[in-house]
């Protein structure tokens, strides 16, 4: 069973950073495409970054890029998301997420696309 649990939210002022940690308990977990998504209250879930298995290759939102990075540790299992210059908009639960299938294409975008995901961790940007 694969279980992803999401750490390093938190409270932050406008134009702070904060690092999302998301450790993954599969044995497998250095062959999946790994993403990012965020909902806020009474809105949808949207992407917000993708990572191929080899961290080589990454997907952004449009919102986040040159801001945020997403990497990987395929030794540790981890994935990250690095948010610099946040914003009040930014305020949302941050989920992260196992691509079901193969190579990183723009369908990462697709929380459809996504077979595990954690429970994920607030993040509250105050102006």
């Known amino acids: 069973q694969v279980q992803l649990v999401e750490s390093g939210g938190g409270l932050v002022q406008a134009g702070g950073s904060l690092r999302l940690s998301c450790a993954n308990s599969?044995?497998?977990?250095?062959?999946?495409?790994m993403g990012w998504f965020r909902q806020a209250p009474g809105k949808e879930r949207e992407f917000v970054a993708s990572i191929s298995w080899s961290g080589g290759s990454t997907y952004y939102a449009d919102s986040v890029k040159g801001r945020f990075t997403i990497s990987r540790d395929n030794a540790k299992n981890t994935v990250y998301l690095q948010m610099n210059s946040l914003k009040p908009a930014d305020t949302a639960v941050y989920y992260c997420?196992?691509?079901?299938?193969?190579?990183?294409?723009?369908?990462?975008?697709?929380?459809?696309?996504?077979?595990?995901w954690g429970q994920g961790t607030q993040v509250t940007v105050s102006s």
């Open positions: 997420a196992r691509y079901r299938w193969g190579g990183i294409t723009k369908a990462t975008m697709t929380a459809s696309e996504y077979d595990y």
């Open positions: 599969g044995r497998t977990f250095s062959s999946y495409v």
